[in-house]
């Protein structure tokens, strides 16, 4: 991995790790390379399911107390 400079670090230098979605085929090859001759890491993708919805907590019990006691807030900008 390559150190790139870091203000907040104590060392100065922080490593670099990206994470990215699926991308066009033809541009992939360009990217893939690029990461690899900089020595930068990539963090895999979590796995999921296209069917399972971000508010379908009824599936997982130990979330829905949790969920069912926040409050959600807007912030107007």
């Known amino acids: 991995m390559v150190p790139i400079k870091c203000g907040t670090c104590e060392s100065g230098t922080r490593q670099v790790i990206l994470q990215y979605n699926t991308i066009?085929?033809?541009?992939?090859?360009?990217?893939?390379d690029i990461i690899y001759l900089l020595g930068w890491?990539?963090?895999?993708?979590?796995?999921?399911?296209l069917n399972l919805g971000s508010l379908d907590y009824d599936l997982f019990r130990s979330l829905q107390r949790p969920?069912?006691?926040?409050?959600m807030?807007?912030?107007k900008v």
């Open 24 to 32: 066009q085929s033809h541009v992939i090859k360009g990217t893939k």
């Open 41 to 49: 890491g990539v963090l895999p993708h979590a796995v999921y399911s």
């Open 67 to 71: 969920v069912a006691t926040m409050w």
């Open 73 to 75: 807030h807007t912030l």
